[in-house]
């Protein structure tokens, strides 16, 4: 069989990442760069979405150019140009957009508007022959959803975050512990030195019904714990907020699995992604739940996982290949849902 050689770059500047990749229908990754804007939000403990916005504008010209270097490629041998248009932090989207729309432009290439949720939700089969339909949990800094993948651009959402998104929390409860910008994984560095059996924090929604998440109750539980006792380690309160999450991610999990199983019985694999996947103890604690009823952990590399280029250009060669492309007029957009046809969350302020 003849590899498939189809080239597509793929922008991201959704949120504070400014990534490019260049991957191949043979699922190659030739290039995939990164650049972290975490030192430049760094001071406000958050990211601030007009810096990120001039980042953006500052350096994805250089990392393109880095991108083709490293890729040996030039503007006229790729076969599409893919960019995130949404969601996510409209003066970075409109970045990414309009330059993919400008080198697509003057290459007379085809433009190719992807959702970054898409981009996650795609990001396994890069990495593995994965077959649709998949159960996927993403999550991620802005996202915490259970979905059914039925096939590219094709969604059937079963929960979602009716408050906090699962790595807002980790990085809420980073910035009660002090441990710094970003949570995530500095969480998980304290965790795997505490004690998770410590304190007995909530586990939000556990034991309802349906898929839905909430982590606010959890994070106000780290404060009030914080205010009670001031010489709590943290890490074992990293270690007890991790464990509560594991324990909130497996039970939602569990009903995930039943119900999509149910719709589609051939479903053998539970996907994760998003950069909360990243996190060692939650992939683990994801394979035991999926082990337990046969289904296989699907984990893209945590390099994969959090955001960057490569998902993105993958996700526009899934759609080139099925003759998605997009007209220049398309614009960016900060909401997007993957399943328009899902139920609003409950509670306003829920994420899209
Ligand atoms: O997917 P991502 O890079 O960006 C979004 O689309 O949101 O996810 C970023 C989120 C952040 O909240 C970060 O703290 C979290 O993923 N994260 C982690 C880990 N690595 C990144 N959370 C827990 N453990 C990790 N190792
Ligand atoms: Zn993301």
């Given at each position: 069989m003849v590899a498939d050689e189809t080239l597509v770059l793929g922008i991201e500047t959704s949120c504070d990442e400014t990534a490019v990749g260049v991957v191949t229908g043979g699922r190659r990754i030739l290039a995939d760069v990164v650049l972290s804007q975490i030192d430049e939000h760094r001071p406000y403990g958050g990211i601030v979405p007009e810096i990120a916005a001039r980042a953006h504008v500052e350096h994805l010209d250089r990392l393109i150019a880095e991108a083709l270097a490293t890729a040996e490629l030039?503007?006229?041998?790729?076969?599409a140009i893919a960019a995130t248009a949404g969601p996510g932090l409209i003066g970075g989207l409109l970045v990414g957009l309009a330059t993919a729309k400008a080198i697509a432009a003057a290459t007379g290439k085809p433009l190719v508007a992807v959702n970054h949720l898409e981009g996650h939700a795609l990001s396994a089969r890069l990495g593995s022959d994965l077959d649709f339909p998949y159960l996927l949990a993403l999550l991620s800094g802005g996202h915490c959803q259970l979905l059914i993948v039925e096939g590219v651009g094709r969604y059937v959402r079963l929960g979602t975050t009716i408050d906090d998104a699962v790595g807002e929390a980790f990085d809420k409860t980073a910035k009660l512990l002090d441990l710094g910008y970003p949570g995530g994984p500095a969480v998980e560095l304290a965790a795997a030195a505490g004690d998770g059996a410590k304190y007995p924090l909530p586990r939000p929604m556990r034991g309802r019904e349906g898929c839905n998440f909430s982590f606010s109750g959890l994070k106000t539980a780290v404060r009030n714990l914080l205010e009670k006792e001031a010489n709590a380690r943290p890490k074992d309160v990293a270690a007890s907020f991790q464990a509560a999450v594991a324990d909130v991610l497996a039970d939602r999990t569990t009903h995930a699995i039943s119900i999509a199983r149910r719709r589609r019985p051939e479903i053998d694999s539970l996907v994760v992604a998003g950069g909360v996947a990243a996190n060692r103890a939650i992939r683990e604690r994801l394979a035991e739940v999926a082990g337990a009823v046969g289904l296989a952990l699907v984990a893209p590399p945590p390099a994969l996982c959090t955001d960057n280029g490569a998902m993105i250009a993958w996700a526009g060669l899934e759609r080139l290949r099925l003759g998605l492309t997009d007209p220049f007029e398309t614009a960016a957009r900060a909401r997007w849902p993957l399943d328009p046809d899902a139920a609003p969350a409950p509670f306003a302020g829920a994420k899209a």
């Open positions: 030039g503007f006229d041998e790729l076969d």
